[in-house]
């Protein structure tokens, strides 16, 4: 290939986009401050979508994480990245963890989570609302202290 001057043309990864931050909705400042310790369970969660290939196309996974226990405290799964994806898990984590008023919520700057629904469903749960955006790709990257 060389010698003819031809160059492989390598192709870029796919890559599903989770998260739309170019919204005009409120965004709340960074209280957790990349401190991912608690001491007690249910003090902390954080939340994330992802997604995940199959047969029939592609499903979008949200989670919330404990960040004591480390364990997912609430999911939900759809065809659909809607703001309803998010608000089911946090409602399966509200349900079933029952978490004191105080608890720190932190997220992405994503459209789903800075939305009204989601965010007056943090506030009737008596939760503080905390969010941070990214600064490198989705996969292998690290989120800033913004």
Do not use: C
């Not at 170019?22 to 249910?42: E, G, I, M, T, Y």
């Amino acid at each position: 290939m060389q010698a003819d001057g031809l160059k492989p043309k390598t192709r870029r990864p796919f890559r599903v986009i989770t998260t739309d931050s170019k919204h005009q909705l409120p965004v709340s400042p960074n209280q957790l401050d990349q401190d991912f310790s608690a001491d007690d369970p249910d003090q902390k969660w954080a939340t994330d979508i992802t997604y995940v290939p199959t047969a029939e196309g592609w499903l979008y996974l949200a989670v919330v994480l404990d960040l004591y226990s480390r364990r997912i405290v609430g999911w939900a799964m759809s065809d659909s990245l809607h703001r309803q994806l998010v608000s089911d898990a946090l409602q399966m984590a509200i349900t079933t963890r029952r978490p004191a008023p105080g608890l720190l919520h932190h997220s992405d700057r994503g459209s789903q989570y800075a939305s009204h629904d989601y965010q007056a469903l943090l506030t009737r749960a008596k939760m503080i609302s905390s969010m941070s955006r990214m600064t490198t790709p989705r996969f292998g990257g690290q989120r800033d202290k913004r």
